[in-house]
């Protein structure tokens, strides 16, 4: 019965957003926002009464309840904005639904403004990767969920504005979670990113402590191997996908310093990389991010067609079914990762 509820619910949540498929093209930029609003309200709910229902979400509450940090000099170098609202929700007597309730909110309001201003004419972003991810992003990883919906709202605007602007847009994602200083390379921003972060260390050496963080994680991410030759497919799929919407969708390619660019030369990177651990497939799902956000801001109206509405529905269709399938694997205690419910 858990695993028939359970089914209901994350069928409503990742299905229902597909819908705008077939709408999108006549709503301007408020009533996109609008429609992401409520498309992705039963997720918002959900995840706000999610209880102990996701893979990482215990070890997040045990994280919350022991958190003892009263002082900004105190928090971690990596990701210390994630670890400050934390800090503030806790020391304000809030409890972790009270935490898991605001970034909850903050991921569904962030990636539904970010879906509207990067989806002008096509819906590939928020048909094709942001159900899924939204799931992903408050049930499991909430740090990067956190993350990704910030750098969804302001990826876009880096180019627009000053150098100096655009590197401190690019870093704060970064400091929420420390994967997403990827986008600096995106930005044009790479190397006064790289000139102040030198500068950063050499006045407080103990912040050397960053680096030491990702040779912590490079070191962990080589000792988990690649579990199969299909491992990390699906992605793949959605790059070899995403790339075909914008040939057919006449989006030019220019080689250089620009987010579709970067975005292919990263997931080529990645897939490299995933021969030999699995730390490329975590760099490719960075990569079909990217990716999709480059490819629908840049998809014009007057070259829309049928084919590439279609296979968009179609990504989004084959991502829900592959997040389905890997929710209800059996754990490894005989439990399913995400059932049964457990509200607050």
């Not at 995933?274 to 956000?293: C, D, E, H, K, N």
């Amino acid at each position: 019965m858990d695993s028939v509820a359970s089914g209901l619910v994350y069928g409503m949540c990742l299905f229902f957003p597909l819908i705008p498929i077939f709408f999108n093209k006549r709503f301007d930029l408020k009533s996109r926002i609008f429609v992401n609003l409520l498309i992705f309200f039963p997720t918002f709910i959900f995840a706000a009464l999610r209880g102990y229902a996701g893979t990482d979400t215990k070890m997040y509450r045990d994280n919350f309840d022991s958190f003892r940090i009263t002082s900004i000099f105190e928090l971690s170098t990596t990701d210390p904005i994630f670890y400050f609202i934390q800090m503030i929700i806790k020391n304000s007597g809030g409890k972790f639904q009270t935490f898991a309730l605001f970034q909850a909110l903050f991921c569904w309001i962030l990636f539904s403004i970010g879906a509207a201003k990067i989806d002008k004419s096509i819906p590939l972003f928020g048909v094709g990767l942001l159900p899924v991810l939204f799931v992903d992003a408050t049930f499991n990883g909430m740090r990067y969920g956190m993350a990704f919906a910030l750098t969804s709202v302001i990826i876009l605007l880096i180019p627009k504005v000053r150098p100096t602007l655009g590197m401190l847009m690019a870093v704060i994602p970064g400091l929420i979670h420390s994967s997403m200083l990827i986008i600096m390379i995106s930005t044009g921003c790479g190397i006064l990113l790289l000139l102040l972060g030198i500068g950063i260390v050499v006045m407080d050496p103990r912040l050397i402590a960053i680096f030491q963080y990702f040779q912590y994680k490079a070191s962990d991410y080589s000792e988990i191997s690649r579990p199969s030759v299909f491992s990390g497919l699906f992605p793949i799929v959605q790059t070899i996908a995403i790339i075909f919407i914008a040939r057919i969708s006449k989006v030019p390619l220019r080689w250089g310093i620009n987010l579709y660019c970067i975005s292919i030369l990263l997931a080529l990177l990645s897939l490299v990389i995933s021969y030999f651990s699995m730390s490329g497939l975590r760099l490719l799902q960075i990569a079909v991010f990217l990716l999709a956000i480059s490819v629908s801001s840049s998809i014009e109206r007057e070259n829309i067609t049928i084919k590439a509405k279609y296979l968009v529905l179609l990504i989004g269709i084959l991502g829900v079914v592959n997040f389905l399938r890997q929710i209800f694997l059996v754990g490894p205690e005989g439990n399913v990762l995400f059932a049964p419910y457990d509200f607050f």
